[in-house]
């Protein structure tokens, strides 16, 4: 049975409902602070934690509920004959229910609160309690988020005023799972403060956004967690119609938002489209609707069944340019009228919206799992910078040719490895991606090129004039061999290869411009 409960929180949704419900069936009430002056003010009597313990808060509240009586309260077995006598011995009452959100660390660190005022939102009794009473469950009910108070309630009405095991089992899971969380925001939010990106020891933790029908096939299981990390993308993004996104449709749209913010949208508009995970059509131009055709352009048959992502909000026009072929999810920064109109015929698409592009400039971490162990590394924030590059071949690219090689290097970051990305005018006219051999990848690169022409109707591949960027450099010249026969006037390299010279050579020979950017980009 129920019959004292502590309640202290930060969040008061649903609080003076629950504490009614409570109190109807006689449960009494201890409180602290504002939780407590929150409840006398809707009229419900509550006992203050300072006068059930005999000790008042000291140290600016930072000692209140740290006392024998509560967590005694909280820790003593009832089944233990020489628990029960102790707590008899010192004046101990039971606690059986606990109600406790914590100080809003988090919120505090996001709106970028200092150094004194982030230390004193790390809560320190309320992570106590809670950790008290979830390890006593078999007889103390803990609740650590208003969402659960219902099913309390329905407990209590269903069992004559006691829960279940089942129930407090489940909430003493959460209960734990939230102080974890807790605790890990705060040794990160240290770690940032000291500049330490990779601590000795590294937590990571997520709240479930949704439980996915499958992972990537059918017989692996999966769910989708948000981290505390406030990127805008598919974690923060509002759904305005289709289907439930399934575990591959997140992967896909992550590649596509996080490639198409590479690009400034005060600069250009720019339209990607990634099939599993790769972009198969990248362009920018002055409208959506004219990159959305130069990105089609590049790769028509891929696009089929992709994934569509846009740096600026979408139109009305570039909406129903985008709905003439199947599409598996359109994201963008917003969507006008006109294009949720035009999208809403389409019952299937998943549209989303985000509020904003991710900079692509940000620093972060991101992390892969393996067996035993996670890899953890700095996000590639590094871009395309044309002031950097280092001319190697006899001649020198041109203007349109080095804002060229700029924009494949932006896209061949997102391309698994080998990369070779053939760009024209602002837009992709070949990818090749994820071979094993570099020169693997330029002939893909070239004979997907070939494909568009003959599809769209051209006498020559749109790599005809083009520039190609690598993500890596050429350990030999056969790779660039192919890139002469695509057609390519300039090229775009990291270097470092011990057969560097022989590359040079080979474009000189080929009458090529070639650059280093120093910088390699291998995406795995």
């Not at 994934?307 to 963008?332: H, K, M, S, W, Y």
């Not at 698409?349 to 890899?375: E, H, M, W």
């Not at 011990?498 to 020979?509: K, L, M, S, T």
Request: aromatic share 6%.
């Amino acid at each position: 049975m129920i019959a004292r409960a502590l309640l202290s929180v930060s969040d008061k949704t649903g609080l003076v409902e629950f504490a009614f419900a409570l109190a109807e069936r006689g449960v009494e009430l201890l409180s602290t602070g504002g939780t407590a002056k929150a409840l006398r003010d809707a009229g419900l009597k509550v006992v203050e934690v300072a006068d059930h313990t005999g000790s008042p808060e000291i140290l600016d509240g930072r000692v209140k509920t740290l006392h024998p009586k509560v967590h005694g309260g909280l820790l003593g077995r009832r089944d233990v004959p020489d628990h029960v006598a102790q707590m008899a011995a010192h004046g101990i009452a039971n606690i059986d229910l606990v109600v406790v959100n914590l100080y809003p660390f988090e919120a505090t660190v996001a709106r970028g609160a200092d150094w004194d005022e982030t230390i004193e939102n790390i809560d320190i009794g309320g992570p106590a309690m809670i950790r008290s009473a979830a390890k006593n469950h078999d007889h103390v009910t803990v609740v650590v988020e208003p969402a659960d108070y219902k099913a309390v309630l329905d407990d209590l009405a269903t069992h004559g005023g006691a829960t279940t095991l089942t129930l407090r089992r489940r909430l003493a899971a959460k209960a734990y799972a939230r102080t974890a969380a807790y605790d890990s925001a705060i040794s990160g939010w240290f770690a940032r403060q000291l500049d330490d990106t990779f601590p000795e020891r590294l937590t990571l933790a997520g709240s479930r956004v949704a439980t996915l029908r499958y992972g990537e096939n059918p017989h692996q299981s999966a769910a989708f967690y948000a981290t505390a990390e406030k990127r805008p993308g598919v974690a923060t993004a509002q759904q305005l119609q289709g289907k439930g996104l399934s575990y591959n449709n997140l992967n896909d749209t992550d590649a596509a938002f996080e490639l198409v913010a590479e690009f400034d949208p005060a600069e250009a508009a720019a339209v990607v489209i990634v099939k599993h995970a790769n972009p198969c059509g990248v362009a920018t131009a002055p409208t959506l609707i004219e990159a959305w055709k130069k990105a089609l352009l590049c790769d028509p048959v891929s696009a089929f069944g992709g994934i569509v992502a846009t740096n600026r909000p979408l139109d009305g026009e570039t909406a129903e340019a985008i709905a003439q072929i199947f599409t598996e999810v359109i994201v963008a920064p917003e969507a006008d009228g006109a294009a949720r109109a035009v999208l809403a015929a389409k019952k299937n698409l998943r549209v989303l919206v985000t509020g904003g592009l991710p900079d692509a400039k940000s620093p972060g971490l991101i992390a892969k799992t393996l067996a035993g162990g996670l890899l953890v590394q700095t996000r590639d924030t590094v871009g395309a910078d044309a002031s950097r590059f280092e001319v190697k071949t006899a001649r020198v690219p041109s203007p349109q040719e080095t804002a060229d090689m700029a924009f494949a290097i932006k896209v061949a970051k997102h391309v698994k490895s080998n990369t070779i990305v053939f760009a024209r005018n602002g837009a992709t006219v070949g990818i090749g991606a994820g071979q094993m051999s570099r020169v693997d990848s330029a002939r893909i690169a070239f004979r997907k090129a070939q494909d568009a022409a003959k599809a769209a109707g051209l006498e020559e591949p749109l790599t005809k004039g083009s520039v190609a960027a690598s993500d890596a450099f050429f350990p030999f010249a056969d790779g660039l061999d192919v890139l002469v026969e695509a057609g390519a006037t300039a090229v775009a390299q990291p270097g470092g290869s011990i057969r560097d010279g022989e590359v040079i050579a080979a474009a000189d020979a080929a009458g090529l411009a070639m650059v280093f950017t120093g910088e390699r980009h291998f995406r795995h």
